[in-house]
């Protein structure tokens, strides 16, 4: 069974909340390498979502 990148946006989304947690975290305690990782974490959850749209994309096409 397929999953049609569900399992890709799932991990998108969890990646972009764990990264803009980490990015709020630094921010208030001035960590520059905190939101640094938060920025890298929610720009990864982007990728994962745009391999999520395209495996949709090519599910459907099947």
Known sequence: MKDN??????????SKTKG???DQIGNATNDT??????KMDKLKGEAQEKI????DRFSDTE
């Open 5 to 14: 990148g569900f399992s890709d946006k799932m991990k998108s989304a969890v």
């Open 20 to 22: 803009e947690l980490k």
């Open 33 to 38: 390498s905190l939101q640094a990782e938060g």
């Open 52 to 55: 999520g749209e395209l495996k």
